[in-house]
């Protein structure tokens, strides 16, 4: 990566605890305190649950285990423990209401702070390259992710605002699939200084040929599924995606409806036309699944995923990111919520990978085959309630971060995951398939 001496660190974490706190406030600014504290679907949290417990972890790694001070307010610790309470419970938790949560917030971000211009970075793992203050700005990066959710899923008039995203590259005329050639490949980090446990360490896979398609799957593509009648054949489900679009009665992606001839989606609070030409988001991994399927078409695997996204055939390393190792640029991917939807397919032209790839960082979350599981030599780090709890095959991974994700919480190493029935998430696909061997 980019060389970073102690002081690019120091000055690097400060930006990015900055920088969540200037998004959560957006989040948390724009509705007012009924809104804050009201349960907008039993997925979610209350918006000031969330608020808090950003704190609450900071309060938690920084204050107390980096700097070794005492605990602020030890009696809220339960209510923001997220394995204490599942999401539907929150509301009814004796919450700090909004005013004492911001002031909480700026309390320990005001500590915080002072820890972090005082704190040696090095000699302990947990300060190493300031990975704590890292892993607290990317916590609080993903809880901004899940408010937007909630954004999403509340009814009532707009709230948040964004322009739309750009659509240069959309026009340029790309070949459907692109082929990566079989071999190895290094997956995953040992010298990303924020990277997460999950992501580590390197290892050499093995991928044999495949095709992966060019750009995520769009609307218009998923629309040609759904006129074929792929929400009525249950030849294209898994059997637990099919009870479940019987059972709910599933038969679009969610948040779009049918009025007369034309789909439209609400967007924010804003009803809008099924854009064609943009990549389809909130699908479950069982839609995608079910889709590919009928494309004559698979998921691709995670580590198909990351090959084509990092494997550079000249020099045959893994880089951070399809464009290289330089930190994200907005020519790069649609990150950041600087936007509040995906691009057209095909936009992005400069964050595009030496094979071609296009928009594998940024619009969607990309469903792929795998299982969330550890790699060779994981190490839960720094606690098992990161990632070593969800291990299994109850989650599926997702890869490349959304319009949604900050850059600091995305690299071609990012790992998220979650239950194969989700949908709420801002989650798209690409499909692939087997190259036939020479
Ligand atoms: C990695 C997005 C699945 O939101 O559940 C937030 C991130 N972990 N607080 C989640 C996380 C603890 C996590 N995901
Ligand atoms: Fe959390």
């Known amino acids: 990566m980019t060389t970073v001496d102690g002081t690019g660190l120091r000055q690097r974490a400060l930006d990015a605890l900055l920088t969540a706190r200037k998004r959560t406030s957006l989040l948390t600014d724009c509705v007012d305190d009924g809104e804050l504290t009201a349960q907008h679907s039993p997925l979610m949290s209350p918006l000031v649950w969330d608020l808090a417990h950003i704190s609450n972890q900071e309060e938690l790694w920084l204050w107390r285990t980096v700097a070794g001070r005492a605990a602020l307010r030890p009696e809220i610790d339960s209510v923001y423990d997220a394995f204490e309470h599942p999401r539907a419970e929150r509301p009814s938790l004796p919450l700090l209401p909004p005013a004492e949560a911001r002031a909480y917030a700026a309390d320990v971000r005001t500590r915080v702070l002072d820890v972090l211009d005082t704190t040696a970075l090095e000699g302990r793992p947990l300060v190493e390259s300031a990975f704590a203050f890292g892993m607290i700005a990317q916590h609080e990066q993903q809880h901004d992710e899940t408010m937007l959710i909630t954004h999403q899923l509340r009814k009532g008039p707009a709230a948040l605002s964004a322009p739309p995203p750009p659509a240069d590259g959309a026009g340029d005329l790309l070949p ?16 990303e200084p924020w990277a997460l446990d999950n992501e580590r360490p390197a290892h050499t896979r093995f991928v044999p040929a495949y095709f992966i398609d060019t750009v995520p799957v769009t609307n218009g593509a998923y629309l040609r599924f759904m006129a074929d009648g792929g929400y009525t054949d249950p030849r294209w489900w898994q059997p637990e995606g099919w009870s479940q679009i019987r059972k709910h009665s599933i038969a679009a992606p969610l948040f779009w409806r049918q009025d007369g001839g034309q789909w439209l989606r609400r967007r924010f609070g804003v009803e809008e036309p099924v854009p064609e030409d943009q990549p389809v988001v909130h699908v479950s991994w069982y839609e995608a699944d079910a889709y590919a399927r009928w494309a004559g078409r698979r998921l691709p695997t995670e580590a198909e995923w990351e090959k084509a996204a990092r494997h550079d055939p000249a020099s045959g390393r893994s880089r951070r990111y399809p464009w290289g190792d330089a930190d994200p640029e907005p020519a790069h991917a649609n990150l950041g919520q600087r936007h509040l939807s995906p691009a057209p397919a095909g936009s992005y032209r400069e964050g595009r990978s030496p094979l071609g790839v296009r928009q594998l960082i940024g619009d969607v979350w990309e469903w792929t085959s ?69």
């Open 176 to 191: 459907a699939e692109v082929h990566v050639p079989g071999g190895p490949f290094s997956m995953g980090t040992s010298d």
């Open 370 to 438: 795998s299982d969330f599981l550890p790699y060779p030599g994981f190490r839960a780090f720094p606690y098992k309630e990161y990632s070593e709890v969800f291990f299994g095959d109850e989650y599926k991974v997702l890869r490349g971060g959304s319009f949604a994700v900050d850059p600091v919480a995305c690299r071609g190493t990012f790992r998220n995951w979650d239950y194969p029935v989700r949908r709420q998430i801002f989650s798209g696909f690409r499909t692939a398939r087997d190259a036939e061997p020479v």
